[in-house]
């Protein structure tokens, strides 16, 4: 038997005839980009996240570009100031502190939930501080009250990264919602995926919001009246069209995933391998599927003999990378541990029972 970790075309084909039909509507109109499919998007999308506006555009890392480059425009934060920021996040969140010339300043995540260690946050504050991004990794929720709580004191702006974790709640409210702004993506791996590049922003301020659709859209609200030096970044309507008919599916392919990982976590009893802690089911939206064990490589290549495809989230942190290299030195032990031990299994809602077993059998012979 042969399990991909993740297969697109199985996850397209379950949604194929929706798809299909929206992607000929948006062709047939002779509209494609700034038209009624981004605006009936945007109104699904905030409703579902539980905000006042949702944003569309290009991509994940530009959501987050453009709430940093908006709250520099609304003179909240200006080129210099510090964000807080996991140091064992994906690329991209570090990315969009830095191409506004901030300065990201990294904080080690908890051992256990591999998210931000609230503890740590209050003595990373500096005076430069002015936000903190948190970023529901793997597809868990980060947000924690007493994180709220330090940004209230320092009045710093809580920045949700939601690219992984669409439909995670924290209690009964979403994650997207639980911040000042959030960044979401697209990506078509991603729990809501589009099918090539796709973003958005989600927000209940309306100044914010204002300002990021204007970035977006060469800095001009008002056709022709540039009010930003901004960029060309908008959602077109084909993706808004099938963004919205997966949206419609999201919480039900959620489910499915949390199946899939209930079966994991009751079924895999080896001692070498630490599954992923789950306080909350409803917290957790299973993005991927994180286990950790000393003999990382060894295990994954057993798997791949096998016939099962893994993938390592992620093999080098953000600090040790050439793009950062000031940092090369710096030593963050806990997210070097992460990287070093981490390996995601197969996770989707287009599993079938057969393939959750086979893996669960196989993990269990290591
Ligand atoms: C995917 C991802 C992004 C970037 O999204 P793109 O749409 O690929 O630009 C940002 N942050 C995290 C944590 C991600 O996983």
Redesign the pocket.
Known sequence: MTVPFLSLKDITDKYSAETHEAAARVIDSGWYLQGKENVLFEADYAGYIGTRYAIGCA??????IWILRAYMEMGVMSAGDEVIVPAN??I??IL?ITENNLVPVLVEPDIATYQIDDTKIEAAITPKTKAVMI?H?YGQCAYTEKIEQVCKKYNLKLIE?N??AHGCLYKDRKTGSLGDAA?H???PG?NLGALG???AVTTDDQELADAVRAIANYGSAKKYVFKYRGRNSRLDEIQAAILDIKLKHLDEDNTLRRNVASRYIDGIKNSKIILPVVTDWDNNVF?IFPIRTIRRDDFQKYLLDKGIQTIIHYPIPPHKQECYRKWNNRSFPITERIHNEELSLPMSQTLTDEQVHYVIDMVNGW
């Open positions: 991509n994940g890392l530009d959501a987050l996040t994906y991209a969140s969009a970023v990794l990264d690219a992984q960044g993506s697209f990506y991603k590049d796709a973003g993005h």
